[in-house]
């Protein structure tokens, strides 16, 4: 069965860091592009960047510039998304996404979501 | 940045309704855009992509259109698992989820 399984909730403090990961099961990691979206409570979704997963280069929206570092290990099937300098706006549900091509490029796999709290 | 605008942002409807909800792109987006369903605590599931093609078993009273600018779903008889939030989302230049729209039952 195709899946992305994440990590478990966090709670941060404020100026800490958070990496979240996501297995891939079902397929091979580096086949597929990674997206990482997130979902403050009660709100929409918003994009924050992607990892092209064989040869590891990554994008990201403007608003993480200098925040967001995406990594993956291939070896596991695994890859992950690490949100410096924390604060409490940060507070989401945050989701990696497969992009296929077989889908029309569009996100047709997510993860579970891994619920991050910034709090003091 | 590509804005997306989605329209209503909810709707009442009850089940066996015909129901469409709109997005609109700050420009041409071409076809690529795709439509999600989520649920409470749950992720999106994706629905529609290239603007009108169906997901593999997505059930087919689903349906998407538009090109360019303006885009929409259809539900084509509403049934009780689809009331949920439905997002569009723009990808032809990096990616834009419009705000969402919240579908409940009259």
């Known amino acids: 069965q195709v899946q992305l399984v994440q990590s478990g909730a966090e709670v941060k403090k404020p100026g800490a860091s958070v990496k979240v990961s996501c297995k891939a099961s079902?397929?091979?990691?580096?086949?597929?592009?990674m997206n990482w979206v997130r979902q403050v409570t009660g709100q929409g979704l918003e994009w924050m960047g992607w990892?092209?997963?064989?040869?590891?280069?990554?994008g990201h929206a403007k608003k993480f510039q200098g925040r967001v570092t995406m990594t993956r290990n291939t070896s596991i099937n695994t890859a992950y998304m690490e949100l410096s300098s924390l604060r409490s706006e940060d507070t989401a549900v945050y989701y990696c996404?497969?992009?296929?091509?077989?889908?029309?490029?569009?996100?047709?796999?997510w993860g579970q979501g891994t619920m991050v709290t910034v709090s003091s | 940045d590509i804005q997306m605008t989605q329209s209503p942002s909810t709707l009442s409807a009850s089940v066996g309704d015909r129901v469409t909800i709109t997005c609109r792109a700050s420009?041409?987006?071409?076809?690529?855009l795709a439509w999600f369903q989520q649920k409470p605590g749950k992720a999106p599931k994706l629905l529609i992509y290239?603007?009108?093609s169906l997901e593999s078993g997505v059930p087919s009273r689903f349906s998407g259109s538009g090109s360019g600018t303006d885009f929409t779903l259809t539900i084509s008889s509403l049934q009780p698992d689809d009331f949920a939030t439905y997002y569009c989302?723009?990808?032809?230049?990096?990616?834009?989820f419009g705000q969402g729209t919240k579908l409940e039952i009259k």
């Open positions: 996404a497969r992009r296929s091509p077989s889908s029309g490029d569009a996100f047709d796999i």
């Open positions: 420009q041409s987006i071409s076809t690529w």
């Open positions: 989302q723009q990808y032809n230049v990096y990616y834009t």
């Open positions: 079902g397929y091979s990691l580096t086949s597929y592009d």
């Open positions: 290239k603007a009108s």
């Open positions: 990892m092209t997963l064989n040869s590891g280069d990554t």
